[in-house]
Nanobody, 128 residues
Framework: QVQLVESGGGLVQAGNSLNISCAASGRTYSDYAMGWLRQAPGKEREFVAAINRSGTMTYYADSVKGRFTIARDNAKRTVYLQMNSLKPEDTAVYYC?????????????????????WGQGTQVTVSS
């Protein structure tokens, strides 16, 4: 497993941007596909975005496609989520997660929430 620590959450107004980060430790980090999931109050946790281990492929939930961008810097062991045009419905605790995954549907484990490594979460609040 890898150990994950999120940072960068906060309060922003609708329409603005926010960038959150996830710092990873552990020798096998570069083998992990990484992603972001979120959980709003009273709702189930949902998939947001994922990136493969090399950073060459990304996958997004329809609700954030075109507004959010996931990236990773393996040298810095960090995953980022750039969130633009934020909406009040984006308000949630955002979790960084990772798992070793290969194949053409490498992102499916994020959609299905079958992940072994988790951060503690960072709160993102979007005011209207």
């Amino acid at each position: 497993q890898v150990q994950l620590v999120e940072s960068g959450g906060g309060l922003v107004q609708a329409g603005n941007s926010l960038n959150i980060s996830c710092a990873a430790s552990g020798r096998t980090y570069s083998d992990y596909a990484m992603g972001w999931l979120r959980q709003a109050p009273g709702k189930e946790r949902e998939f947001v975005a994922a990136i493969n281990r090399s950073g060459t492929m990304t996958y997004y939930a329809d609700s954030v496609k075109g507004r959010f961008t996931i990236a990773r810097d393996n040298a810095k062991r960090t995953v980022y989520l750039q969130m633009n045009s934020l909406k009040p419905e984006d308000t949630a605790v955002y979790y960084c997660a990772g798992e070793i995954s290969y194949g053409s549907r490498w992102y499916s484990i994020f959609e299905r929430d079958i992940l072994g490594s988790w951060g503690q979460g960072t709160q993102v609040t979007v005011s209207s």
